[in-house]
């Protein structure tokens, strides 16, 4: 980068007319090779609506795909990918949160397009799979070590409003420390079709079981990582399918049990309601995220929390959970409950201090770790 993340102030928040750690590009700043130039694309946003949002983030993104296009005709083909790959994450910008409306499908297949040429000289190279769960498919990418077969491996869960597009980088680390990778998207999100509810967990299942099946996977040494929603997922599925899963890292997530003061609960509902100013679809549409309120967040509770599912003695595997101290969408008390219930032993906590949330300004090393940690335990 031009200049480092330690160059950004901390505002946890989902303002997306404001650059800083812990904030709405948080998601996105371990992707952006310029801060400056990051900065500049901002300062020129006026709303986000997809009207204006969209063309902005598109021409940054078809400023970086045609130099990628460039590099690839000369031949530089490791250029070309770091091209494509920021163009790719300005276009992901662009299509957030999800495919609302046919604009905001037509920049999220812009994404994929820019992600396949960044994918189309890797070595090993990644497979595109679909898999089958309830009569209905969904599209996932899978890597593994050249040459190897029996490999231990890592399901790559995203959340809800990052697709597996911007997980590349996941199934890298994995890659570093022998593992072979699947990545996903979330139910609800990308080209998952399954509807976001608790059910839904039966597609992270069918995902396991494709990955198990592979013959360079050891189905024996199968783990899983997630960030954010996916960092809730990998815990649902740790406890629903305790004997699939070897090893489990999350980053963030909620709710795992964990009941939040007053006055937490208050700070949170604010910081939800803030986000749901913002309507990133069409002008006039409705807001891209639902109004809370204290009974939204007790029936969320009583419906998706890990307490309430009754798995959370089920999570007997390797547990690292991490997080930023300061999260203001998955309390950090959600791993401190995770510490005082279940099994005494094989549980670890990584928690930053004055972070927020998934502590992304901490990404470089704690996504390394990340997997170094599944590598040993799982016994690379």
Known sequence: MSKSTNSLGFAPSEDPFIVAKGGFYRRWLSMISDLDELREIVSRLTSTTEEHWVP???????????????????????????????AKTFYAIGRFPGEVSPVKAGISADCARAYRKASAHLDPPMEVIDIDCDGQSFRAHFRAPKGQKNSPAVLIMCGSDVFKEDRGWAAEYALENGLASLVM????????????????????????????????VDADRVGAFGISRGGYSVMQLAGTAPEKIHAVVAVAGHPFGYRMTDAE???FIAARNRRSTFVFGPAGGPPSFPTWSIETENNIHGRWALSS?????????????????EDHLAPIGNIYYMLEH????????????NAGHCAFEHYKEWAPASFIWLSEKLGR
């Open 265 to 267: 609960m208050d700070a």
């Open 56 to 86: 902005i983030w598109r021409e940054a993104g078809q400023k970086h795909e045609s130099k990628g296009d460039s590099l690839t005709e000369n031949g530089d083909t490791a250029n070309a990918r770091e091209a494509y790959l920021l």
């Open 309 to 325: 599912l009754g798995i959370v003695n089920d999570i007997t595997m390797p547990l690292l959970m991490i997080n930023g101290k």
């Open 342 to 353: 279940g099994p005494v032993t094989g549980r670890e906590a990584r928690v930053y201090p």
């Open 185 to 216: 998207d979330a139910p609800g999100t990308g080209e998952n079709p399954f509807p976001w509810e608790p059910e839904s967990v039966k597609a992270w299942i069918a995902a396991i079981d494709t990955l198990a099946a592979r013959p360079e």
